[in-house]
């Protein structure tokens, strides 16, 4: 399991998505999941609110492989934005593409709904198909499981998904947030490592300096890191610093220069591609859109050194 599936499945356990589903439901009465981008599963099984007839139809892998099919390709669809599908059945689906900075982690489904309320025809026709995939379905029950289906209008449904799609700009903006955050199960030994880079972060901590302070081997915290958060030691003290250095970016009397450094970056660069790959967005973007503007006057000296400064100001 890689980072990025960890940290979806984080997400979909955090108090704001929970919150959200809940909303989500009770105003629309449709499922709500959100899925990493590796998941193969059908991605609104088990989810409150799940179409009657597609947890039927998905008792037996043969009866659903169609609407496999159909998650295929509404998940490469929805690569870039939201995208919907219609399965061989006529109920329609939703993907919304949630971001980790510029990468693709997962995506908000929701749908099983019939956009238009099908003719006798169609029902037949479906009955007919779902009867002939699973020979152990009562066609009475296929039918009236069916028939359950909510009709929510195309317009409608549409809206619904710009509703997820506004959601999962405000996942992306929080999935940093959840990623360097502690979680009560992790290991004992991992949680002392977070706060001694909590506490250093802004300075040129190391893995060996960090093992030694918890007391383990470099090796065995690398491991218990990996194994309790879903990502490497470096990834979590970069994770850490870009949210230090989001707050500072709101006060504008410090430069962007001086912020890099002061959050524990050695270099302008490499803090511009790491806040760039981790927020979606250059540090003067994110900047712009919070309405901070670029210092009118000096800043005032931070708590570096006096050759630290001296480096802040060649890159200023």
Do not use: W
Request: glycine fraction near 4%; charge should be positive; proline fraction near 5%.
């Amino acid at each position: 399991m890689n980072t990025n599936t960890i940290l979806v499945e984080q997400m979909a356990q955090s108090p704001l998505f929970r919150e959200y589903e809940q909303a989500f439901n009770m105003a629309t009465g449709m499922p709500m999941a959100l899925r990493p981008v590796e998941s193969l599963a059908l991605p609104l099984r088990g989810c409150r609110g799940e179409n009657t007839f597609c947890a039927m139809m998905a008792r037996k892998s043969e009866s659903c492989s169609s609407c496999l099919i159909a998650q295929k390709k509404l998940r490469e669809s929805a690569h870039d934005k939201a995208a919907t599908t219609t399965c061989a059945y006529g109920l329609s689906e939703a993907a919304v593409p949630v971001r980790l900075g510029e990468t693709l982690i997962g995506f908000l489904r929701t749908g099983q709904v019939f956009t238009e309320k099908p003719s006798a025809r169609k029902v037949g026709a479906a009955v007919s198909r779902a009867c002939s995939l699973d020979s152990g379905q009562a066609p009475n029950a296929v039918k009236a499981a069916y028939l359950q289906t909510p009709v929510v209008a195309r317009e409608k449904f549409q809206s619904m998904v710009r509703l997820l799609a506004s959601f999962a700009e405000l996942l992306s903006v929080k999935s940093n947030q959840i990623a360097v955050a502690e979680s009560h199960s992790e290991h004992p030994i991992v949680l002392k490592a977070k706060k001694v880079v909590e506490d250093r972060h802004a300075d040129e901590i190391t893995l060996g300096e960090v093992a030694r302070e918890v007391h383990v081997s470099p090796f065995h915290l690398c491991k218990l890191f990996r194994r309790s958060t879903g990502m490497t030691f470096t990834e979590f003290v970069s994770r850490t610093r870009t949210e230090k250095a989001k707050n500072l970016l709101l006060n504008p009397q410090l430069r962007i220069s001086e912020i890099a450094f002061e959050v524990g970056f050695q270099s302008l660069t490499h803090f511009n591609r790491i806040f760039r790959k981790l927020v979606g967005e250059s540090p003067t973007r994110f900047r712009e859109r919070s309405g901070a503007g670029e210092p009118a006057q000096p800043s005032t000296p931070s708590r570096r050194d006096s050759s630290r400064m001296r480096l802040v100001s060649q890159f200023a």
